[in-house]
């Protein structure tokens, strides 16, 4: 009989190991980021407003650098830059209780954007090198599931941390986040090596010459954007549905603990699941429209609730938080199948720092703009969302397919070729 729990384990080691990793650097940063607020404020002694102006200088530092650390990840491989990022990252975590006054507090948090920045870079480049296509995005879904389980356990330690409430408490957070990060760096210094993410040369490529940069692709560019308005729905999740239940309905309060919670079992069983079929450019533009349809819905529902009151407002709040869940997960998993297929494998590198301009520009535009239309309009500017939406998944599609046809042209034919040369640390 099968074990259980082998059921929702990755099925090979190195899937095993990268889940394993990203249950232990969520679990760091998740720990921090539970009480980045009180510590800022409390430890370092900044004011709200200074806080938000510095996170905000650190996503302009991450939108400059997406390019050229991308770049930087195919000259200097991506497990290198990886390793060497996550590292760097562990120390500059036990910097911070040394952080005082606004200006180290703007140093410390854009150098860590930086780095940050370019470990996410060639973590995300190496992950998709090292595994053979047709299990790719099925590796990729489990480590997000393994990500939100990291997430939660890191939550429950910087709980702990808040609710013990003393200075040394909340201090020893960020070296308990270093701590873990500096194993996370153990870790991915013991992982497979990989090759240059190089495609096998067929003959009609010998003389097509060196691969484009990845800007000049306006396909894949207007699909990072695409991409991005679609993730928008983190944005619904973490922002405005919190306030809007705050201060629009009559539900209690303590129904926030329910939704983030609904929201995290169904990222950890769900997403892997979610992700089956979009490994192909077809599959990952049946998960956008899905998606798309998860992402209307989830308006609709919570558009209504400043109407309703009692146990409709809570269940259809609920409901809403539900769809906008799928909409996360059908997103995600057309994300990677995007990333896999319409990514010129000459210069993976090159073409993340493009796919992350869209993540990097969501963060900046739409938490001011869809609390305004929420909270401001109410049911007319839950329903411009929802056109936004599907303006963004309507989008994709001719997107998706001229960033197809680039590829074509520019003569790699990776994306239809199979299986990639980093087939065999993949299954070992």
């Known amino acids: 009989m099968t074990n ?3 059921r929702i384990l990755p099925p090979t080691k190195l899937e095993r190991d990268l889940a394993l990793q990203c249950v232990l650097s969520a679990f760091a940063t998740g720990s921090f980021l539970t009480g980045t607020a009180v510590f800022f404020t409390q430890i370092v002694g900044l004011s709200g407003a200074q ?3 510095g996170m905000s200088i650190a996503g302009v530092v991450t939108l400059l650098l997406s390019l050229p650390l991308g770049r930087l990840s195919d000259r200097v491989g991506a497990k290198p830059l990886w390793a060497v990022a996550a590292l ?3 120390l500059l975590y036990f910097a911070w209780p040394l952080a005082g006054g606004m200006i180290t507090f703007v140093a410390l948090l854009s150098l860590l954007a930086a780095i940050s920045t370019a470990g996410n870079t060639g973590r ?6 090292v595994f053979p296509r047709e299990v790719r995005v099925r590796a990729l879904a489990y480590m997000r599931s393994a990500r939100n389980v990291g997430y939660t356990l890191g939550a429950l330690a910087g709980g702990i941390a808040l609710a013990i409430g003393t200075r040394g408490a909340i201090t020893a ?7 873990l990060l500096v194993l996370n760096a153990v870790m991915v210094s013991r992982l497979p090596s990989i090759d240059r993410p190089v495609p096998p040369v067929h003959e009609e490529e010998q003389n097509a010459g060196p691969a484009p940069a990845a800007w000049r692709n306006l396909g894949f560019v207007a699909l990072s954007i695409c991409n991005g308005v679609l993730n928008s729905n983190q944005v619904l999740l973490n922002v405005v549905v919190p306030l809007w239940l705050v201060e629009r309905t009559d539900a209690p309060h303590t129904l926030l603990a329910w939704l983030f919670g609904t929201n995290t079992v169904m990222a950890v069983l769900l997403q892997v699941r979610a992700s089956r079929g979009a490994e192909t450019v077809t599959g990952a533009l049946r998960a956008v429209r899905l998606s798309g349809w998860a992402f209307i819905l989830s ?6 609730t400043h109407e309703t009151v009692g146990w409709v407002s809570i269940v259809l709040i609920w409901l809403g938080h539900v769809t906008i869940t ?3 997960l059908w997103q995600s998993a057309a994300d990677w199948g995007f990333q896999s297929e319409l990514s010129d494998h000459r210069r993976l590198g090159d073409y993340q720092g493009v796919w992350g301009l869209g993540y990097q520009a969501q963060p900046i535009i739409f938490p001011g703009l869809f609390t305004f239309l929420a909270l401001q309009w109410g049911e007319p500017g839950w329903a411009v969302i929802a056109v936004i939406g599907v303006l963004a998944a309507v989008a994709s599609h001719p997107a998706a397919r001229a960033a197809q046809r680039f590829l074509e042209r520019s003569g790699t034919s990776y994306a239809a070729a199979a299986p990639d040369a980093s087939a065999t640390p993949a299954t070992s």
């Open 326 to 328: 799928g909409a996360e």
């Open 51 to 53: 806080v938000g102006l």
């Open 88 to 90: 760097v990252e562990a």
């Open 173 to 179: 957070v960020p070296i308990l986040t270093g701590c």
């Open 124 to 129: 995300n480049v190496y992950r998709i090198a």
């Open 4 to 6: 259980p729990i082998s």
């Open 299 to 304: 308006c609709l529902v919570i558009g209504v």
